[in-house]
T-cell receptor
C-alpha cells in the first residue's frame, strides 16, 4: 500500500532563512506523482508544487522547490527566503492511480512557524 | 473564477443528529473528491465522483455516510446519525480531466464538524 511519512510535526525558521520539510513515500508503482499543499490558519488547502516520478529535474515554483531523491523515496520541500506568511501546515501527498481510482494519499503534516 | 466552496464552515451537532455538508466544485471540473482529517491525523480519502457517478467510495467509513452529486455539479455528504468519532475537518476538492498529466486537486476551505 502507498504511504506518505512526514516525521516533523513542527518546524521553526527565522524570516529570510531557508527551511526543508521532510517527506518520504512508499509505493510499488513505477509511475506516481508527488504534491505539496499548504494549509494556512484560514483552512483552505493551497497547491504548491508537483513532481512526477519520471521528471528528470526537481520541480521549482518561485520560492518553493522539491528535492526529489527517487532512490531514497524522498520528496522534501525547500522554502527559500521564508516569510511570515509561510507559517502554516504543510502536507505532502502522493497520487494513487488505478483503473478505477484517482486519489491523494496524505502525510500527517508539518506545522511551520516563521519568526521575525 | 470562483474556487471550491464548502458550506457550512463550521457545524456543531449532538450525537445522533444528522448533518449535511455541501461542496460546490470549480465550474467545469468533472472530478470531485471528499477527504477528512481527524484531529492530529493524516487527511484521508473518502470518495471520488466523476461527474455524477461514484468512481471510488472505498474510503467511506460506514453506511452512516451518504454522498451524492446530482447532475454532476455540487455534492452533498450526509452523516446520519452522527457519532463522536465523526468529528474532524471535511475537505472537498475538484480537478479537471483525469487524463491530463498533472491534475492537481483544488481544495475548499473545509467544514469543521464537531459532534458532542
Amino acid at each position: 500500500a502507498q504511504k506518505i511519512t512526514q516525521t516533523q510535526p513542527g518546524m521553526f525558521v527565522q524570516e529570510k532563512e531557508a527551511v526543508t520539510l521532510d517527506c518520504t513515500y512508499d509505493t510499488s508503482d513505477p509511475s506516481y506523482g508527488l504534491f505539496w499543499y499548504k494549509q494556512p490558519s484560514s483552512g483552505e488547502m493551497i497547491f504548491l508544487i508537483y513532481q512526477g516520478s519520471y521528471d528528470q529535474q526537481n520541480a521549482t515554483e518561485g520560492r518553493y522547490s522539491l528535492n526529489f531523491q527517487k532512490a531514497r523515496k524522498s520528496a522534501n520541500l525547500v522554502i527559500s527566503a521564508s516569510q511570515l506568511g509561510d507559517s502554516a501546515m504543510y502536507f505532502c501527498a502522493m497520487r494513487e492511480e488505478s483503473y478505477n481510482t484517482d486519489k491523494l494519499i496524505f502525510g500527517t503534516g508539518t506545522r511551520l512557524q516563521v519568526f521575525p | 473564477e470562483a474556487g471550491v466552496t464548502q458550506f457550512p464552515s463550521h457545524s456543531v451537532i449532538e450525537k445522533g443528529q444528522t448533518v449535511t455538508l455541501r461542496c460546490d466544485p470549480i465550474s467545469g471540473h468533472d472530478n470531485l473528491y471528499w477527504y477528512r482529517r481527524v484531529m492530529g491525523k493524516e487527511i484521508k480519502f473518502l470518495l471520488h465522483f466523476v461527474k455524477e457517478s461514484k468512481q471510488d467510495e472505498s474510503g467511506m467509513p460506514n453506511n452512516r455516510f451518504l454522498a451524492e452529486r446530482t447532475g454532476g455539479t455540487y455534492s452533498t455528504l450526509k452523516v446520519q446519525p452522527a457519532e463522536l468519532e465523526d468529528s474532524g475537518v471535511y475537505f472537498c476538492a475538484s480537478s479537471q480531466d483525469e487524463y491530463r498529466d498533472i491534475t492537481e486537486a483544488f481544495f475548499g476551505q473545509g467544514t469543521r464538524l464537531t459532534v458532542v
